[in-house]
């Protein structure tokens, strides 16, 4: 299985789409629907609710989701043609469970994520190091390592970092290759790097739509290895790195992303 798993060029988040019926009209009309809604009011929410991280400077939290979305699209230009680009832990239990990636690889692809997210962060220090320096805010340093909530509730914030990710996992579910009918064969239409632009919009709009009473990890690594290195890194002004806080956005995208693989086996195979 590993041996076909590397044959296959590891087009980017590669899904076994063999055993799936199509999913009936009135269900995917729910579904898109229900996810429209989720997102769209979640932008109103967001920038008119009181406590969120929009609320007051929707033009910084524009910019700040904006460059995630526009760094993921980095991060799966490069990894895409190397290792189907996941970059996430909860891409590849997704994709784990779905059989699209051998159990061998699993553990292995998490941890050099981890180890990515650590070294990047650590990068990033160095290049800002004379204006952490200048910062007195503790919590803003600590911000741009890892996440925390807008308002501290363990299981509200728990169910936005699920929530987060079941829609990152479930829209990942139904990327695909373009193709196109040519003589009663389906050629495959190869997009490039822009077949990287459908998860950077995809991110960003989660941003958006759903992170303000997180900071949205959705990504067990991004938040995990910053802050391993917040608590490591010799920072000037650094406040505790919020180790209470920080299984929150290990368990809830894993927890989010297993979530969206049984709903579309339910929705794919069931219905």
């Excluded at 363990?154 to 996992?169: D, I, K, Q, R, Y």
């Amino acid at each position: 299985m590993e041996k076909e798993f590397f044959a296959d060029a590891f087009a980017i988040f590669p899904i076994n789409s063999s055993k799936y019926k199509t999913m009936s009209a009135l269900w995917a009309e729910f579904t898109g629907t229900l996810l429209l809604l989720l997102i769209g009011n979640g932008v109103v929410a967001n920038v008119v609710l009181k406590g969120t991280k929009a609320q007051g400077d929707p033009g910084s939290w524009i910019m700040i989701t904006t460059a995630w979305g526009l760094a993921v699209f980095v991060g799966v230009v490069v990894a895409g043609p190397y290792s189907g680009a996941h970059l996430n832990p909860v891409i590849s239990l997704g994709l784990w469970l779905d059989g699209s990636l051998p159990t061998v690889l699993l553990l292995p692809y998490m941890g050099a994520q981890l180890a990515g997210a650590a070294v990047g962060t650590t990068i990033n220090y160095i290049f800002h190091k004379p204006h952490y320096d200048l910062t007195s805010d503790g919590a803003s340093i600590r911000g741009s390592f890892c996440t925390s909530p807008a308002i501290p509730h363990t299981w509200s914030n728990l169910f936005s970092e699920c929530v987060g990710a079941f829609v990152l996992m479930f829209v990942v579910f139904y990327l695909t290759e373009g193709n196109i009918a040519y003589e009663d064969n389906d050629v495959p239409l190869g997009l490039g790097s822009v077949g990287a632009l459908p998860v950077a919009f995809l991110v960003w709009v989660i941003g958006l739509g759903l992170g303000g009473t997180t900071g949205y990890a959705i990504n067990p690594a991004r938040d995990l290895g910053p802050r391993i290195m917040h608590q490591l890194l010799p920072i000037k002004n650094k406040i505790d790195s919020g180790w209470h806080y920080a299984w929150i956005p290990i368990v809830g995208p894993l927890s989010g992303g297993a979530l969206a693989y049984f709903a579309k086996e339910f929705l794919l195979t069931t219905l």
